[in-house]
DNA sequence: AAAAACCGTTGATAAATGTCAACGGTTCTG
DNA sequence: CAGAACCGTTGACATTTATCAACGGTTTTT
């Protein structure tokens, strides 16, 4: 169960765990077990954990007045889920997070990571290379949306991201890139000829 | 010249600088002025350096196969300039920096920051409090971007950023909202009623 | 096994946004 | 001061994307 999570930080961080900061690690992470559908976080509520996963998907989205999804992020084996924002500001969260297959994870408060932070060097490491990944991944992506027209977005989306396409369906596809499902249906179309 | 830096420094981290924590961070941050449309970085280089905007205005954009310009990000006064990809990768550069005012910063290179992050715990501090408001502010931008219609994205913008508003054209406001000029002049049209 | 929910596709039409060209009023610059 | 560059606006039109409704084929649930 912890070995995929002791694996990723070593890789992340590069600076071996001692075997005591890893019983630390499994000590202070509990695991939890989603059923598809079920939530991990609700729009309303603060974001008291954020969760590793070691096993499934899941997916980020917030609901407009009409009540269309507008899905900001897709996870799955290896990613980290959780509403930074209302995390650390503890407000209340904008949006929900589901399993969208049957789900394991790894889940921890802010509190309990900064107590970690503090006790393994290689954490704080790995989460400033995190932060660094995701800066850059972001920052991508904003260009993305910004400049490309839907074509492109969905292309470069599914040369990037080949295991998303496989693991999630189209409809989800298309709202994690801001466009409807029958937009993408004739997208794909074209792309075929 | 090193004051707003150092007060900004101060209040970002909120741990107070001693004075040969100060000195040494004057040492090390290199003036740099720019005249209005000048070059911070060009498309293909690697970005060497991070700067803080003591005095002026830039933009950061990209150039697409037709000429067209996409802005990215908007810098005012203690806003940081860079291309965090191209500087942490070695990588060249996909994008261009330039002033839009006449523009005073002060600039220092990767590697002189990790050096002076080992020496001055505040500035651990400020990067991490920095990257975590960043992951918050790129948040809510993609979310805006993939969610609302370029007239509340216009709104939104308008309310929690007057100062670019009023800094910026209004040509350049629009390709940093990802629509053209055009398009934003009905939207203000419209508004107006 | 039947019913329900889910999924991708298609057609017809509407709405949002882009493109191109032109204009008048600035502001910048030599 | 004169010409050039810049800026916002408008009109006519084209393109992209959304919306709504319907369908048949899955898969899931009961």
New binding site residues.
């Given amino acids: 169960m912890y070995k995929n999570l002791l694996a990723y930080i070593n890789q992340y961080a590069n600076l071996p765990l001692t075997s005591k900061e890893e019983a630390l690690i499994e000590a202070t992470f509990q695991p939890k077990k989603l059923r598809?559908k079920q939530y991990f976080l609700q729009e309303g509520d603060v974001c008291k954990n954020v969760g590793f996963i070691v096993k499934g998907a899941m997916r980020q989205y917030s609901i407009d007045d009409?009540g269309?999804e507008h899905i900001v992020h897709l996870y799955i084996e290896n990613y980290w889920a959780g509403d930074r924002e209302s995390s650390i500001m503890l407000t209340p969260s904008n949006y929900n997070i589901d399993a969208w297959e049957d789900t394991e994870m790894l889940i921890i408060t802010r509190a309990e990571m900064l107590d970690l932070m503090e006790k393994i060097p290689a954490l704080v490491k790995m989460i400033r290379l995190m932060d660094e990944r995701n800066a850059i991944a972001n920052q991508r992506r904003l260009s993305s949306t910004i400049s490309n027209?839907?074509?492109k977005r969905y292309e470069e989306f599914a040369d990037n991201h080949p295991q998303f396409i496989q693991r999630f369906?189209?409809?989800?596809i298309?709202s994690f890139l801001?466009?409807?499902?029958?937009?993408?249906?004739?997208?794909?179309?074209q792309a075929m000829k």
């Fill in positions: 598809k009409k269309v027209t839907a074509e369906p189209q409809h989800i298309a801001g466009i409807t499902k029958e937009t993408l249906s004739r997208i794909r179309k």
